[in-house]
């Protein structure tokens, strides 16, 4: 994303809309864009309505208001001048969209923002089968994001404690080697508002799992949170809330997939799907 200089007029209306706080106001008095912080989540763009006033009349008008005491600023959710114009994002730097545009499709799933759909449609896909545990780790969030070289220390640690990642997440599509969980070198400098990292595990390696999660936020310099899914057996009970308490997690459970949607096959799955 970039703000013209020719068109800003320096109304900073932009500044607290930034989702990662990357845009501010320069020395020259007119807004900027920290293209290193940025993340390409078009929230600026979206979120300010657009007027089309004469910028060297509206600064104009500013300055003469301002020395007697008064001020010009336009309604606050608005750019009186269209500054902003829209970057035409080439590879690396695309990927930062991809992931922090919730309007962007992601091309290797088809889903939109961070592109997964994880286990809310088990029902029908069975990416957790009984006697798995799906987990997903959300690194990031709004006002702080996510660099991929940070995600990868997670998944090398998650690599290592003998999970598999789920096939039809973007973050696993971007891996250059599933096995010890690297991800592509020329995407590790990238920034995104938040991605999901999905995995699976036995029940047996459950207790393990969430071992490395807890390593991995001790050291992380994001936001990480963790979610955990399982298949649930016909009477309702299940086994993972047991090895949950174990590990010192308080149970509750914060979602249920009812089974709306049936599988054709009737004999892989019975329950429905927790989270
Ligand atoms: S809202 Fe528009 S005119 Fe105002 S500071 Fe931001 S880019 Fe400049
Ligand atoms: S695209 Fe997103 S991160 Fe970049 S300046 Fe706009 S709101 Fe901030």
Not at 5 to 25: D, H, L, Q, T
Not at 101 to 111: A, L, Q, R, Y
Not at 197 to 221: G, H, N
């Amino acid at each position: 994303m970039k703000i013209s200089k020719e068109r800003c007029v320096g109304c900073a209306n932009c500044v607290p809309i930034c989702s990662v706080g990357a845009i501010y106001i320069g020395d020259d008095g007119l807004a900027e864009i920290n293209t290193e912080t940025c993340v390409e989540c078009h929230n600026c763009y979206r979120s300010l309505s657009f007027e089309h006033l004469q910028p060297g009349l509206t600064r104009t008008i500013r300055r003469v208001l301002k020395k007697m005491s008064l001020r010009f600023q336009p309604d606050p959710d608005v750019c009186p001048t269209e500054a902003f114009i829209p970057d035409e994002l080439s590879w690396p730097r695309i990927v930062r969209r991809a992931f922090s545009d919730p309007m962007v499709t992601h091309e290797s799933t088809g889903v939109h923002g961070r592109g997964t759909e994880e286990v809310k449609t088990n029902d029908v896909s069975h990416r957790i089968k009984a006697g798995d545990v799906g987990v997903v780790i959300e690194f990031g969030r709004p006002g702080i994001g996510v660099y991929f070289r940070e995600v990868q220390k997670a998944t090398m640690a998650l690599a290592a404690a003998g999970v598999v990642f789920e096939e039809g997440n973007p973050v696993t599509q971007m891996m250059a080697d599933r096995a010890i969980g690297t991800i592509r070198e020329d995407v590790l400098d990238e920034k995104v508002l938040s991605c999901i990292v999905e995995v699976t595990v036995s029940l047996a390696d459950t207790a393990k799992a969430l071992q490395t999660v807890k390593q991995i936020c001790r050291a992380a310099e994001t936001v990480i949170s963790i979610g955990v899914s399982t298949v649930c057996n016909e009477d309702g009970s299940e086994p993972l809330r047991e090895i949950l308490e174990r590990e010192g997690y308080q149970t509750g459970w914060a979602k249920v997939n009812l089974g709306l949607g049936r599988a054709s096959n009737a004999s892989i799955s019975t329950g429905g799907t927790r989270s």
